[in-house]
C-alpha cells in the first residue's frame, strides 16, 4: 500500500509540474483567435439582423400605407357601386374587380399579376415581453416585372430582400455614375404637370416596386385587386444607407480592435517566450525550452519512429574554473560551449543549459555504440576550445523507454528522462577524465532504496529494529579476548537482514547518522552495565562515531551524558573515528578528543593507512587506539613484503606515541603470526571471530573468563 501510495505521490507531483509548464506552453494569445472570429461572426449577425429589420420596417410600413389604400378603395365601391369604378377609371388606377370564384366583373389597366401569390403575415410583438399583440394578414400578388416577392409555401409569399438590396445598390451606383450632383429629393424643385399635378424632378431617383394588393368587398363576395408601387425616394436610400453604414462602423470599429488586441498578444507572448526561454548566461537556449521543446518532440510521432535519448553533458570543475580565472570568464566559456554543442543538434533535437556547467540534450540514435561515439567526438570537439587549459566533461545517457516503436508517446516526461542521465553521469563523479555512462534499471533501483531507506528509518529506530553485534578483539600473544568493537545491523520486518553497507552510506548522506551513533552509544552502555552487573568479566567496547557529530560543539558532553545515563564505567566505552572525519574541522576536532579524555574515554583512529594524511593527524591528535586499515593485509603475494615492511614501521611508530595497536581484517593464521611477532596488540577479524548478537558475545566473555581462570589455575600450581 505504502509503494502504491509513494506511486501515485510521485505521479501527482510530476502532474502538477506538468500543468505549470502546460501553463505557458498553451499560449493564451491563441485564445483571442476564436473569441475574435466569434465576435466578429457575432457582429456580422447582428449587422444583418439590424439591417434585414430596418429594411423590413421599411417596407412593411410602406405595404401597410399600399394595404390601408386598397382597403378604403374597396371601401368606395361598396358605398358608391359603379360611379365609384367609373372615378378610379379616370384617375388611371390600374385594377380588377372580380368574384370570389375568380370570374372578372371589370379591370382597367395592363393587368400584369404574376405566378407568386399568397398571404403575407405580420405578427406584431410587445418589446418589452415577447407577448403577440396581434397578427396582420395581407393578400398579395406579384406582379410580371417584379422580382421582389418569392412564394414561401403554398399560401405565403414573403420579400426576397437579397434581390431588393441588389436592385437598391444598382439603382445608386447607376444614379451617381449618370448623375454625380444629383442632389436629394426635398432639395430639387418640383414641377407640375398639364393637369396641375405634382411629379417627381426627372433628375430625382425613386426605385419603384410593383405588387397587386387584394381588398374584399361586398361581404368577401367580391375582391379588388389593386397594382400599387411601393417607391423609394434618393433620400430614402440615402438614409438608409447610411443608418447601415453607421451600423457597420461601429462594428468595423469593435472587431478592429479586437484584432489589435490579439495581434499585441501574439507580439507580448512572443516577446515574452523570448525572455522565458532564454538563459540569461550563455544567450541561448534555457532550462525551460528544454522541458517544453523536449516533450513535444517525446510526444511527436517522431518519437514513435525514431530512438531517442536524454544526454545531462557536465563541464567537470567549472566552479574551480571559475575561482581561477573568473566568474565572466566561466560564463564566457559557457556561451561558448553552447554554441558549439547547438551547431551539433540535427532537425528535432534540443540542446540547452540547464545550471551551472550542466547542459541538457534530446539526440537521435541508431545504437549506443553510436551515441557514445558521437557524444565522445562532441567532448573532444569541446576540449579544444580552450588550448590553454585541460577542460574535462562527463555525459550520462538515459535512452527514452518507448521511442522507435511506432507509437506517440503520450504521456512522456522529459524532466524524468533528464533525471535518469543526470543520474547516469552522477556514476562519474570523482574522475577527473572525460567519460560517457549509459543509464539502467540498476541506478532506478538503487534510488528506490534510498527513498524506502529513508522512509523507513524513523520508524526502524522507534522500533528498535537496528540491532548491535560484536566483534571481539583478541591478543595475538595469548588469544584472550581484549576488547570488542560495536557494529549495527538492521533486522527489518519488511525487508529481513539488512547489511551496514546497505544502509549506513545512504544515512550518511542524510543526516541520520547522528542518530544513530547516539542509538548505538545508548545501547553498547546499556549492555555493558548489564553484563557488569551480572558478572561478566568486560572489556571496552568501540563504537563509531561519524565525522557529521563532530561539527557540535558538546558532543563529549553529549556522549558523556548517555553513558552516565547507563550507570557504565567509561573506561568501559571507546570512541571510535574514522581517519576521514580528521580533515574536517582540526581545532574542534582536538577540542572534542581532549574532552573526552577529560572524562576517562578511550579515543581511537580506524582505517589508518587509508587516506593521504595520517601521519599529520598522529601528529597532532591525542589518541590511545591505532587501527591498521585492513587493506594492509590483502593484495598480491608480490605486495606482501612492502605490506609487512609498513605495518611494523606502523606499530613501531604508535608504541613511540604511547598507543595501543589493533590490527582489522586479519583472516589467516600467517597473518596473525606476523603481527604477534611486530608486538600488535589486539587482532580483529574473521580469524578469531565474526560479528555477532549480544547473546553470542556473552559466551565469549563467559568462555574467556574461564580460560583466564583456567591460565591462573595452571600458573599458581606450576609454582607451587
Known sequence: MKERGGAMSEETNRMKKRKKYLKLRKNHAWVSIPVFLITSAWCAMVFLGLAGLVLQLSLETRLDSAADYAASLAGMYETGGGEMLEMFDAQHLTYRLEQEDGKVLRQNGVISIGSQ???????????????????????????????????????????DYSAICNIFFHEIASAVRTNPQMLPAEEVP????????VVESPEELVLRMPLWIAADANGGTERLLLRSEMTFRLSDLIMLVFLLGSLLVVFLVIIGFMLFDTISSFADQARISRIYFTDFTTKGRSRMWYLFRGEQVLRSRYAGKNRLAAVNLRFVRYQGFCVCHSLAEGERLLAEIHRRLDQQMHKREVCAHMTDGDFAMLLHYDTEEALAERLQNMIGMLQQIETEHSLAFHAGVAPVSGTGIRKSRKKADIELEFTHAGNACATLDGSDESGVAFFDQKLVDEQKWVDTVTEYQRRALENEEFLVYYQPKYDPQTSQLRGAEALIRWQSPEFGFVPPGRFIPIFEKNGFITEIDHYMIQHVAEDQRRWLDAGFSCVPVSVNVSRAHFIENNLAEQICDMVDAAGTPHRFIEIELTESAFFDDKKAMIRTITKLKEYGFAVSMDDFGSGYSSLNSLKDMPLDVLKLDAEFFRGEAADTNRGEIVVSEAIRLAKSLHMRTVAEGVEVKEQVDFLASQGCD????????????????????ESNAQEQTGALQEAVAVQE
Open 682 to 701: 589486539m587482532i580483529q577479524g574473521y580469524y578469531f571471530a565474526k560479528p555477532m548478537p549480544g547473546n553470542e558475545y556473552e559466551q565469549r566473555m
Open 117 to 159: 401569390k399568397g398571404y403575407y403575415e405580420r405578427v406584431s410583438e410587445n418589446l418589452v415581453t415577447p407577448v403577440s399583440l396581434g397578427r396582420t394578414r395581407i393578400s398579395l400578388y406579384s406582379d410580371q416585372s417584379s422580382p421582389f416577392l418569392r412564394q414561401f409555401s403554398a399560401d405565403t409569399v414573403c420579400f
Open 190 to 197: 418640383e414641377a407640375e404637370d398639364d393637369t396641375g399635378d
